[in-house]
Protein backbone atom coordinates (compact mmCIF):
# COMPACT_ATOMS: atom_id res chain seq x y z
CA UNK A 1 0.00 0.00 0.00
CA UNK A 2 1.41 3.27 -0.69
CA UNK A 3 1.37 5.98 1.98
CA UNK A 4 0.45 9.63 1.03
CA UNK A 5 1.72 12.44 3.71
CA UNK A 6 -1.41 14.67 3.57
CA UNK A 7 -3.84 17.67 5.89
CA UNK A 8 -7.65 16.56 5.46
CA UNK A 9 -8.34 20.47 4.82
CA UNK A 10 -6.03 21.25 1.61
CA UNK A 11 -7.69 20.91 -1.72
CA UNK A 12 -4.14 19.52 -3.24
CA UNK A 13 -4.46 16.26 -0.87
CA UNK A 14 -8.00 15.73 -1.60
CA UNK A 15 -7.15 15.33 -4.69
CA UNK A 16 -4.98 12.72 -4.76
CA UNK A 17 -6.99 10.80 -2.77
CA UNK A 18 -10.05 11.37 -5.08
CA UNK A 19 -7.59 10.32 -7.67
CA UNK A 20 -6.79 7.03 -6.23
CA UNK A 21 -10.24 6.35 -4.66
CA UNK A 22 -11.49 6.46 -8.24
CA UNK A 23 -9.38 3.51 -9.49
CA UNK A 24 -10.38 1.41 -5.77
CA UNK A 25 -6.45 2.06 -4.48
CA UNK A 26 -6.83 2.35 -0.88
CA UNK A 27 -4.01 4.42 0.32
CA UNK A 28 -2.41 4.62 3.95
CA UNK A 29 -2.38 8.05 5.36
CA UNK A 30 -0.32 9.95 7.78
CA UNK A 31 -1.68 13.52 8.47
CA UNK A 32 1.49 16.10 8.39
CA UNK A 33 1.53 19.71 9.66
CA UNK A 34 4.03 21.17 7.86
CA UNK A 35 4.67 23.96 10.07
CA UNK A 36 6.03 21.91 12.46
CA UNK A 37 9.29 21.26 9.49
CA UNK A 38 9.85 17.68 10.78
CA UNK A 39 13.06 16.11 10.28
CA UNK A 40 11.79 12.85 9.16
CA UNK A 41 9.55 14.96 6.62
CA UNK A 42 11.53 17.42 4.87
CA UNK A 43 13.86 14.89 4.14
CA UNK A 44 11.36 13.49 1.59
CA UNK A 45 10.49 16.71 0.27
CA UNK A 46 13.10 19.48 1.80
CA UNK A 47 10.52 22.36 0.62
CA UNK A 48 7.97 21.22 3.36
CA UNK A 49 4.79 21.13 1.07
CA UNK A 50 2.20 18.94 1.06
CA UNK A 51 1.24 15.91 -0.58
CA UNK A 52 3.74 13.91 -0.57
CA UNK A 53 3.62 10.22 -2.06
CA UNK A 54 5.72 7.54 -1.16
CA UNK A 55 5.40 5.39 -4.08
CA UNK A 56 6.97 1.97 -5.08
CA UNK A 57 10.08 1.60 -3.14
CA UNK A 58 9.22 4.18 -0.83
CA UNK A 59 10.30 6.77 -3.63
CA UNK A 60 8.77 10.53 -3.06
CA UNK A 61 6.40 12.05 -5.06
CA UNK A 62 5.88 15.63 -4.46
CA UNK A 63 3.02 18.00 -5.71
CA UNK A 64 -0.74 16.87 -6.71
CA UNK A 65 -0.44 17.76 -10.18
CA UNK A 66 2.90 15.53 -10.26
CA UNK A 67 1.27 12.54 -8.14
CA UNK A 68 -1.45 12.88 -11.09
CA UNK A 69 0.63 12.55 -14.03
CA UNK A 70 2.39 9.74 -11.68
CA UNK A 71 -1.27 7.81 -11.25
CA UNK A 72 -2.36 8.34 -14.93
CA UNK A 73 1.05 6.63 -15.96
CA UNK A 74 0.88 3.45 -13.66
CA UNK A 75 -2.66 3.12 -13.16
CA UNK A 76 -4.81 4.86 -15.63
CA UNK A 77 -3.26 3.72 -18.98
CA UNK A 78 -4.93 0.16 -17.54
CA UNK A 79 -8.23 1.93 -17.04
CA UNK A 80 -9.36 3.09 -20.64
CA UNK A 81 -13.06 4.36 -20.29
CA UNK A 82 -12.28 4.93 -16.65
CA UNK A 83 -9.09 6.61 -17.04
CA UNK A 84 -9.38 10.07 -15.63
CA UNK A 85 -7.44 11.47 -18.98
CA UNK A 86 -8.33 11.68 -22.38
CA UNK A 87 -6.49 10.07 -25.29
CA UNK A 88 -6.98 12.98 -27.34
CA UNK A 89 -4.19 15.49 -26.70
CA UNK A 90 -6.31 18.08 -27.59
CA UNK A 91 -8.50 17.23 -24.77
CA UNK A 92 -6.30 16.27 -22.30
CA UNK A 93 -4.56 20.03 -22.09
CA UNK A 94 -8.07 20.78 -21.58
CA UNK A 95 -7.95 18.87 -18.35
CA UNK A 96 -4.73 20.03 -17.31
CA UNK A 97 -5.85 23.81 -17.42
CA UNK A 98 -8.57 23.14 -15.48
CA UNK A 99 -6.55 21.20 -12.74
CA UNK A 100 -4.34 23.95 -13.13
CA UNK A 101 -7.25 26.24 -12.24
CA UNK A 102 -8.47 24.92 -9.39
CA UNK A 103 -5.33 24.06 -7.80
CA UNK A 104 -3.42 26.85 -8.61
CA UNK A 105 -5.31 30.06 -9.48
CA UNK A 106 -8.33 29.11 -7.21
CA UNK A 107 -6.25 27.83 -4.79
CA UNK A 108 -4.64 31.39 -4.47
CA UNK A 109 -7.41 33.16 -4.59
CA UNK A 110 -9.62 32.01 -2.43
CA UNK A 111 -8.97 28.17 -0.65
CA UNK A 112 -5.61 28.75 0.75
CA UNK A 113 -6.73 32.14 2.22
CA UNK A 114 -9.63 30.62 3.97
CA UNK A 115 -7.95 27.86 5.36
CA UNK A 116 -4.99 29.25 6.44
CA UNK A 117 -6.97 31.99 8.43
CA UNK A 118 -9.94 29.81 9.55
CA UNK A 119 -8.13 26.15 10.37
CA UNK A 120 -4.46 26.70 10.49
CA UNK A 121 -3.48 30.00 12.24
CA UNK A 122 -6.02 28.96 15.31
CA UNK A 123 -3.58 25.57 15.76
CA UNK A 124 -0.21 26.79 14.74
CA UNK A 125 2.17 28.01 17.74
CA UNK A 126 1.85 32.12 17.37
CA UNK A 127 6.10 31.81 16.68
CA UNK A 128 5.38 29.33 13.95
CA UNK A 129 2.91 32.21 12.43
CA UNK A 130 -0.56 31.42 14.24
CA UNK A 131 -2.50 33.98 16.36
CA UNK A 132 -5.90 35.24 15.36
CA UNK A 133 -7.34 35.09 12.10
CA UNK A 134 -7.14 38.02 9.53
CA UNK A 135 -10.53 39.46 8.59
CA UNK A 136 -8.92 41.59 5.84
CA UNK A 137 -7.93 38.45 4.04
CA UNK A 138 -10.90 36.34 4.81
CA UNK A 139 -13.10 39.15 3.15
CA UNK A 140 -10.87 39.44 0.25
CA UNK A 141 -11.20 35.56 -0.53
CA UNK A 142 -14.74 35.91 0.02
CA UNK A 143 -15.41 38.42 -2.47
CA UNK A 144 -13.41 35.65 -4.92
CA UNK A 145 -16.20 32.87 -4.47
CA UNK A 146 -18.56 34.28 -6.73
CA UNK A 147 -16.50 34.69 -9.95
CA UNK A 148 -14.91 31.15 -9.24
CA UNK A 149 -18.14 29.15 -8.74
CA UNK A 150 -19.84 31.19 -11.67
CA UNK A 151 -17.48 29.57 -13.96
CA UNK A 152 -17.83 26.06 -12.14
CA UNK A 153 -21.67 26.84 -13.27
CA UNK A 154 -21.35 27.42 -16.57
CA UNK A 155 -19.18 24.68 -17.34
CA UNK A 156 -21.46 22.26 -15.48
CA UNK A 157 -24.39 24.09 -17.38
CA UNK A 158 -22.84 23.78 -20.13
CA UNK A 159 -21.03 20.27 -20.42
CA UNK A 160 -21.72 16.66 -18.32
CA UNK A 161 -18.82 17.26 -16.39
CA UNK A 162 -16.38 19.72 -16.54
CA UNK A 163 -13.72 18.98 -18.91
CA UNK A 164 -16.07 16.84 -21.31
CA UNK A 165 -18.22 13.79 -21.55
CA UNK A 166 -16.80 11.78 -19.15
CA UNK A 167 -15.60 12.23 -15.64
CA UNK A 168 -11.55 13.67 -15.07
CA UNK A 169 -9.05 14.50 -13.10
CA UNK A 170 -10.87 18.08 -14.19
CA UNK A 171 -13.55 17.47 -11.79
CA UNK A 172 -11.38 15.85 -8.87
CA UNK A 173 -9.50 19.24 -8.68
CA UNK A 174 -12.46 21.05 -8.96
CA UNK A 175 -14.34 19.10 -6.05
CA UNK A 176 -11.63 19.08 -3.96
CA UNK A 177 -11.72 22.79 -3.45
CA UNK A 178 -15.23 22.82 -3.17
CA UNK A 179 -15.49 20.39 -1.02
CA UNK A 180 -12.83 22.25 1.75
CA UNK A 181 -15.24 25.52 1.40
CA UNK A 182 -18.44 23.24 1.54
CA UNK A 183 -16.82 21.74 4.96
CA UNK A 184 -15.98 25.62 6.01
CA UNK A 185 -19.98 26.84 4.99
CA UNK A 186 -18.05 30.00 2.43
CA UNK A 187 -20.59 28.73 -0.32
CA UNK A 188 -23.81 29.99 -1.20
CA UNK A 189 -26.18 26.82 -3.15
CA UNK A 190 -29.18 28.81 -3.98
CA UNK A 191 -27.57 30.73 -7.30
CA UNK A 192 -25.61 27.59 -8.68
CA UNK A 193 -28.18 25.11 -9.92
CA UNK A 194 -25.58 23.24 -12.31
CA UNK A 195 -23.18 23.36 -10.25
CA UNK A 196 -25.04 22.03 -7.13
CA UNK A 197 -26.39 19.65 -9.44
CA UNK A 198 -22.69 18.41 -11.04
CA UNK A 199 -21.46 18.82 -7.26
CA UNK A 200 -24.49 16.00 -6.19
CA UNK A 201 -23.10 13.80 -8.57
CA UNK A 202 -19.10 14.16 -7.17
CA UNK A 203 -20.44 13.42 -3.62
CA UNK A 204 -21.99 10.47 -4.36
CA UNK A 205 -19.37 8.77 -5.69
CA UNK A 206 -17.60 5.85 -3.00
CA UNK A 207 -14.18 8.01 -4.06
CA UNK A 208 -15.35 10.37 -2.29
CA UNK A 209 -17.22 8.93 1.40
CA UNK A 210 -13.42 9.17 3.00
CA UNK A 211 -13.90 13.07 2.12
CA UNK A 212 -16.85 13.25 3.69
CA UNK A 213 -15.86 11.77 6.94
CA UNK A 214 -13.31 14.10 7.80
CA UNK A 215 -13.54 16.17 10.83
CA UNK A 216 -11.25 19.24 12.12
CA UNK A 217 -10.54 19.26 15.92
CA UNK A 218 -12.57 22.33 16.75
CA UNK A 219 -14.48 23.08 13.82
CA UNK A 220 -17.56 21.01 12.85
CA UNK A 221 -18.62 20.98 9.30
CA UNK A 222 -21.64 22.83 7.89
CA UNK A 223 -24.73 20.63 8.41
CA UNK A 224 -25.01 19.30 4.83
CA UNK A 225 -21.32 18.81 4.43
CA UNK A 226 -22.07 14.64 4.25
CA UNK A 227 -25.75 15.02 3.33
CA UNK A 228 -25.83 13.62 -0.73
CA UNK A 229 -29.33 15.41 -0.83
CA UNK A 230 -28.33 19.02 0.42
Request: proline residues 6%; glycine residues 6%.
Amino acid sequence: MLTLFHHPMLASCRFVRLAFGEYGEELALIEEKPWNRRREFLTLNPAGTLPVLLAEGDVPIVGAQVIGEYVDETRGVLKRERRLFAENPMERAEIRRLVDWFLTKMESEVTRHLVRERVLKPMIPREQGGGSPDSTAIRAARSNIRQHMKYINWMAGTRHWLAGPRITYADLAAAAAISVLDYLGEIDWTEQAAAREWYTRLKSRPSFRPLLADRVRGLSPVSHYADLDF
